[in-house]
């Protein structure tokens, strides 16, 4: 298939996470003179990814079925659009893409990358058949893509240890980097009253119930601190927190509910401190790499994808994972601290950002990567962009 040599196609489940965490990176990729296509589901930011005047493509995915036919479906509309938009290279993202997609693109001859980008449940299937069919699958596409890319080391181990992927083809970056311009703090914080905020994915396993549970234990001590929680509900998730639940925590007042938010850093502005609980198979935990951008320190656990964030007693603390009187502790002690104290541990958390998960070196190695399987744009090119 004759492709064109200056476009790259990004291929994830939503539309949601290639504005909130792509979007530098297709803006640099334009600035070099490349042309860039989005295909993803329709959700409330796709209109978004359109201002941006990003070409954008429509693909149907059920991020929770195993019906063999729709999944038999999802490869021929992948195979489809790669020949409608003819890209020289795909990127893929998310576990349905990254193996439907790298099948279909394998068929068209195009090179495409897997990123994945944390494990998820990708083990935890209580279908047996169901998970022996996707590491399958998984070993298939990974044989067919030309390089697995990781957000962390462990993951990487986990593939080649399972022989999903050969070492020689893997590849670990640093998550999906930080805007440090965007993400930056506009005042120093202060402590007078200590407030302790999670935000992400209202999920069992990514530590809710774990946050209530601490804070129960906490306010019999520090009646005045208080536990806000951030974040949106996906029912169709068997592991969502119901609403409900959520209802109880605040008559019971424990937490206050947030609701949920487009934009982050106002509330990492005013919290004293996020917690991150999490027991799932993170990448890279998107929101520790927020509040450390913003000079919030933070509480998680001895968990993948998160200890990899928090330098332990110098940018936050580390707990035992699904433990709430460990995450208390570690609360408390965060509380004991001086307010000099706190303030240091977010500034230096900034630094270890700066310094490892700064956007700008995560550009430069999809760019380097693109040059290394389709050679440097002609300045005419460069140029005519």
């Keep these: 298939m004759k492709s064109d040599p200056q476009k790259i196609a990004l291929v994830a489940n939503t539309s949601w996470s290639i504005y909130n965490f792509r979007l530098n990176l297709i803006r640099s990729l334009q600035k070099q003179g490349y042309q860039v296509a989005v295909i993803a589901p329709k959700d409330s930011f796709t209109s978004r990814l359109v201002a941006e005047g990003i070409a954008y493509h429509e693909v149907d995915i059920d991020n929770y079925g195993t019906n063999p036919i729709s999944e038999i479906k999802l490869i021929h509309q992948f195979y489809t659009l790669y020949q409608k938009i003819q890209p020289s290279l795909i990127f893929h993202y998310t576990i349905k893409p990254n193996i439907y997609g790298s099948l279909a693109a394998a ?8 990123v994945t980008t944390g494990l998820g449940h990708l083990f935890q299937f209580s279908n047996r058949l169901v998970r022996w069919a996707t590491i399958y699958m998984y070993k298939l596409a990974a044989r067919l893509a030309r390089e697995i890319w990781f957000l962390n080391e462990n ?51 990514k530590g809710v119930e774990d946050f209530a549970e601490a804070a129960k234990i906490i306010k019999q001590k520090y009646p005045r601190v208080s536990f806000e929680l951030l974040g949106f509900i996906n029912q169709r998730n068997p592991n969502s927190i119901p609403y409900s639940r959520i209802s109880e925590w605040q008559k019971d007042k424990l937490i206050k509910y947030l609701g949920e938010t487009n934009d982050i850093r106002p509330y990492l502005e005013k919290t004293s401190c996020l917690v991150f609980p999490s027991y799932y198979r993170e990448g890279i935990s998107r929101i520790l790499l927020e509040a450390a951008a913003m000079e919030t320190p933070a509480i998680t656990t001895d968990n993948v994808g998160c200890r990899e964030v928090v330098d332990h007693g110098r940018t936050g603390f580390i707990c035992a994972r699904q433990d709430p009187r460990a995450l208390a502790r570690s609360l408390e002690k965060f509380l004991e601290l001086s307010d000099e104290d706190k303030l240091t541990m977010g500034k230096l958390a900034r630094k270890k950002i700066a310094r490892e998960y700064n956007i700008k070196l995560i550009n430069q190695q999809y760019l380097q990567t693109i040059q290394k399987y389709l050679g440097p744009l002609s300045k005419k090119k460069v140029a005519n962009n």
């Excluded at 986990?158 to 440090?180: H, M, Q, S, Y």
């Design 155 to 205: 993951d990487r181990d986990v593939f080649v240890f399972k022989g999903i992927a050969r070492p020689e083809k893997t590849k670990v970056i640093k998550g999906e980097g930080i805007d440090l311009v965007w993400f930056k703090p506009r005042r120093e914080k202060t402590f007078y009253r200590d407030r302790f905020l999670f935000a992400g994915r209202l999920l069992k396993d």
């Design 107 to 114: 068929k068209l001859k195009i090179p495409s990358i897997i």
